[in-house]
């Protein structure tokens, strides 16, 4: 397993290797999948990707919006067993001191991203853009 910078070749590498429940919120949000890719491509902040031999496995990061740290992530199949290497880079974004506020969104029907946030520390704070997705929010 290598935690490396992401790159549009990640991007595109893990896209068709994502797991049904991150594919189908992707595409709640996003015409295609294509469109997901090149909106990730730019997006500015620290961002990466958790690889092994079969290739990118989880792709994330941290957006950059001023003080405040948009979190996100997708991953493929099998991703669970890299949670312990998404924990690290979280806890390591925390540290830095780059941001007074994290916020993240989950799906509203995602039971087990909403869990893992809230485990992680974020706190429900209003309902996100549409009323499919949920916003959480930690300060720092």
């Known amino acids: 397993m290598r935690l490396v ?3 549009l070749e990640h991007l595109q590498a893990i896209a068709p290797r ?3 429940r991150h594919r189908e919120e992707i595409l709640r949000r996003f015409e295609c999948l294509e469109d997901w890719v090149r ?4 997006l500015a902040g620290l961002h990466y990707v958790i690889e092994d031999a ?3 496995m989880v792709v994330g990061g941290v ?4 003080s405040i740290g948009h ?3 997708a991953c493929a199949d099998d991703w669970e067993r890299y949670l312990l290497a998404m924990l690290r880079f979280f806890r390591e974004v925390r540290r830095s001191g780059a941001y007074r506020v994290l916020v993240c969104e989950c799906c509203a029907d995602n ?7 809230e485990r992680m520390g974020f706190a429900p ?5 549409s009323s499919d997705f949920l916003s959480y929010r930690m300060a720092l």
């Open 39 to 42: 909106n990730r491509a730019q």
């Open 125 to 129: 704070y209003r309902t996100a853009r």
């Open 18 to 20: 994502l797991c049904a």
């Open 71 to 73: 979190i996100w992530f």
């Open 111 to 117: 039971r087990k991203a909403r869990d893992f946030v």
């Open 54 to 56: 079969s290739g990118p």
């Open 63 to 66: 957006c950059n919006e001023g």
């Open 5 to 7: 910078p992401l790159t």
